[in-house]
C-alpha cells in the first residue's frame, strides 16, 4: 500500500532541480522553470503483490498550470515504416491542467480535469500527421487546441487538437 506524501517530502523535493525530476508531464520533454517538483514514495517493508509507487507532480510555466497524482502511466514507443507508434496504459490517477503549452506540443489553449481508474491511449504519427485515440474509466473531460508545431521539422507548422471526455479520448494533428 503507498504511504501518503508527506508535506517534508514534497519540501525536499520542491528543493531539487527540476533536471534531476521528472520533465512534469509537458510537451517534448520540457520541465516548467523554477517551479517543478514530483515526489516518489514506496513502502520499504515487506512487498505486497501490485503497483507500490505514488507520483505528485505540480508545474507551473508562464501560462501553463498542471498538477497530478497517482501511478505513472506505462509508455511504450516503436517506429514501423516511417511511422511513429505510441501507447500508454494510465492506471489511478488525477490530474488538472489551464494554460497554453498542449500536451501535443502546440500552442494554444488547454483546460481539463480527469480522475483515471484505468485507461489505453494509441497514436500514430506520419510527417507532421498523428491520430490519438483511447478509452479509459474516467471522470471528467478536457480539451486542448493549439497550432505552431513542427515534429518533422519541415518548415510546414501543424495544427493540433484533442478531447477526452469521460470514457473516451480522440485528437488529430494535421500540417496546413
Excluded at 127 to 155: C, K, P
Aim: a negative charge; charged letters at 20%.
Amino acid at each position: 500500500m503507498p504511504k501518503p506524501v508527506s508535506s517534508s517530502s514534497l519540501a525536499a523535493a520542491a528543493e531539487t532541480s527540476c533536471e534531476e525530476l521528472d520533465t512534469c508531464a509537458l510537451p517534448e520533454g520540457r520541465a516548467p522553470a523554477n517551479a517543478c517538483s514530483s515526489v516518489t514514495q514506496t513502502d520499504e517493508e515487506e512487498p505486497s503483490p501490485g503497483v507500490e509507487i505514488l507520483t505528485a507532480k505540480f508545474g507551473v510555466k508562464n501560462d501553463q498550470f498542471e498538477a497530478s497524482v497517482g501511478v505513472p502511466p506505462l509508455t511504450a514507443h516503436t517506429t514501423v515504416g516511417g511511422v511513429h507508434l505510441s501507447g500508454e496504459l494510465d492506471y489511478m490517477s488525477a490530474n488538472v491542467h489551464l494554460g497554453s503549452q498542449n500536451s501535443d506540443g502546440s500552442k494554444g489553449e488547454n483546460i481539463g480535469a480527469m480522475v483515471t481508474r484505468i485507461g489505453v491511449e494509441a497514436t500514430a504519427e506520419y510527417s507532421g500527421w498523428s491520430l490519438t485515440a483511447g478509452f479509459s474509466l474516467s471522470a471528467g473531460a478536457s480539451i486542448s487546441s493549439g497550432e505552431g508545431r513542427d515534429v518533422d521539422h519541415d518548415g510546414r507548422p501543424e495544427r493540433c487538437f484533442e478531447v477526452s471526455f469521460g470514457l473516451f479520448t480522440l485528437g488529430e494533428c494535421d500540417e496546413f
